[in-house]
């Protein structure tokens, strides 16, 4: 754990700034703004999560220019408010319905942005070819900020004018709760150790999800290849919303048409609300295969009935699934966020 800079009294000064109407016990997080030599860094502004709501942010920004027209970054640090059900930092690819110049300007603290509510933010097709830097789905009250070092040599690598965009979900209903007001940040520390070995990132979904009354036990997953070469993982985490109950990720040959045996898996969680981030795994991937995954869910009733999965069930099956889709409450994932190294291209499968 790094320690912070701050003194005693800018800490408080800094936290009676940014609290909102945070009551105790709860001790709002605090995370020190870097200079352009240190790094980048993003705070999105306190938004209230009202009683019943489950929302969805986007802030869009540039990555500022650097005196080698490089970011490195080898250091990550992502903080959210509790209630969160997860942030993802992006990079900006193809501009379908979800564009940076239709948001309205807000202050990111490090830098200037743009911020999408809603609408347009909610529309998954809309990133399907942006890349991820980081992502982040922990924020309980005891531990809001996930700290991580990449491996010796490698780091995340960021060109000056790059548009990124940093997508916030909060929930406040039966599933989850937001006791406090939304927010989050995000500190991308630069590499001062000379590392040139550039981290990739994978992202698989499988969106053929139905989790229903008359089959209430599905397992779903799916394989992803990587690109042709040697590839390690560094960190991977698993994202589906609460009939999730085991997520595991398996090392694949790329031939299989079957689940590997529990022998290749390298991740396993069975806490949907707040998955762990594995770091650390140096897990090496066999030459031509990449990562198998899989989802097990239990169907539950829903707390408010079953009309609402019943109209947005594209089968019109009036079976109570849950499938894939957004919101926590009425909808399903099965994601995974992996990162590797030595980059050959950011992989996305679908």
Known sequence: MWMTRLTAAAALVLALATCGDNQSPYEPWILDPLTPAEGLWIRTPEFDVAPGAEIQ??????????TDGTLWVDRIELALNPGSHHMNLFRVKTLRGLKPEDGSPVDLGGVQGTEIREGECWKSPNWADWPLVANNQQSSIDNPIFEWALPTGVAQ??????????????VNAATQDTPFKGRGGVNLHRSTDGDTMELGTLFATQQ???????????????????????????????????????????????????????????????????????????????????????????????????????EKDPLHANDCCYTFGPKVETSEHCNVFLYYWPKTTDVTCF
């Open 57 to 66: 942010y986007c802030y869009f920004f540039q990555v500022p220019a650097q």
């Open 157 to 170: 690598k960021l060109d000056a004018g790059e548009m990124l965009m940093l997508q916030i979900h909060y």
């Open 208 to 310: 053929n999800i139905r989790i229903c009354r008359s089959n209430p036990a599905p397992t779903y997953g799916g394989g992803c290849a990587m690109p042709q070469g040697t590839h390690t993982v560094a960190a991977a985490n698993g994202h589906f919303h609460s009939r999730g109950k085991r997520f595991s990720i398996f090392a694949w040959d790329g031939v299989s048409t079957t689940r590997p045996p529990d022998s290749a898996r390298f991740y396993q969680s069975e806490a949907w609300a707040e998955p762990d981030m594995a770091t650390g795994l140096n897990v090496q991937l066999p030459q031509g295969g990449g990562i198998y995954w899989t989802c097990e869910y239990q169907w539950s009733e829903p707390a408010d009935g079953c009309a609402a999965l019943d």
